[in-house]
């Protein structure tokens, strides 16, 4: 088995997306990634490396700096080779994200200790249970732009993901594809969520955030609804979602909903 790297987004496509299809569930983050990848997204350095066997695809990885790199659901014997190709390219890597077999067995490989890490676990939707709570789900706009930014860089804060990218163009362009949701009580922004638009029949949720001094009234309960409604709506067959597994009020909130686990993932940081 080979790794073959390059910075073309469609020549990674044209060779590795068939692959990262034949798994839309465990390969979701990897397949957004790459749809933002040919969208203009992530475009500052990106490297995409797809693993060969016999002029087959078995595998694929998605760096897009700062944010960490994306591990599919790759052969665990091809990591080793995998970390000594990004040796060779003397690319840093500052974390590992992806499946918790696949990420453990590149840190063990990687020549840069483990510093901490984000234990998180993949959720898909069963049969969506109802949710009754005041208020109700708003389309973010244009206008919405600049607070939609301050509520994801507080996301970002309080979840200790480690990246120094402006979420701005990311926000904006979630935005026009109308992935974003607020909750509304009354005329106040209570609750704000995401859903990725379907990709392969698979939806994804995320980030969702209620700011701390609006918790425990089942805003982000009713949000989660509406874009896992929304996501329904547009045709998605799986809706997913990611859990922090420290946070055990998101993990029975969306259980309550109707998620139910699929696997453990993990986000490992470096020194």
């Not at 299809?21 to 475009?43: E, H, I, K, W």
């Not at 797809?50 to 695809?57: A, E, F, K, Q, Y």
Request: aromatic share 8%; charged share 25%; glycine share 8%.
């Amino acid at each position: 088995m080979n790794w073959i790297f390059t910075a073309d987004a469609e020549e990674f496509a044209a060779a590795a997306e068939s692959w990262l299809l034949r798994d839309p569930v465990r390969n979701t983050v990897p397949l957004t990634v790459l749809r933002g990848l040919r969208s203009g997204q992530f475009a500052e350095d990106p490297l995409l490396g797809r693993l060969t066997d016999d002029d087959s695809v078995a595998g694929a990885m998605i760096h897009t700096p700062p944010y960490p790199l994306l591990l599919g659901v790759v052969p665990l014997e091809s990591l080793p080779s995998l970390a000594a190709g990004l040796i060779e390219l003397d690319r840093s890597i500052a974390a590992a994200g992806g499946p918790l077999a696949q990420v453990e067995a590149f840190a063990r490989e990687w020549w840069r200790p483990e510093t901490g890490r984000r234990s998180e676990r993949l959720y898909r939707l069963g049969s969506l249970a109802p949710c009754a709570v005041p208020g109700k789900p708003r389309t973010a706009v244009a206008a919405d732009l600049p607070e939609a930014v301050r509520w994801f860089v507080a996301f970002q804060e309080e979840a200790d993901v480690d990246v120094e990218a402006d979420p701005t163009p990311v926000v904006s362009a979630r935005i026009n594809r109308e992935e974003l949701i607020w909750w509304e009580d009354g005329d106040r922004l209570v609750a704000l969520a995401g859903v990725s638009s379907p990709i392969a029949g698979m939806s994804r949720i995320g980030p969702v955030y209620t700011p701390p001094e609006l918790r425990r009234r089942g805003y982000g309960s009713a949000v989660t609804h509406a874009v896992t409604a929304k996501a329904l709506e547009d045709g998605a067959e799986e809706v997913l979602l990611f859990t922090d597994l420290d946070n055990a009020t998101s993990n029975s909130i969306y259980q309550n909903l109707g998620y139910r686990p699929v696997e453990d993932y993990a986000s490992i940081r470096f020194d």
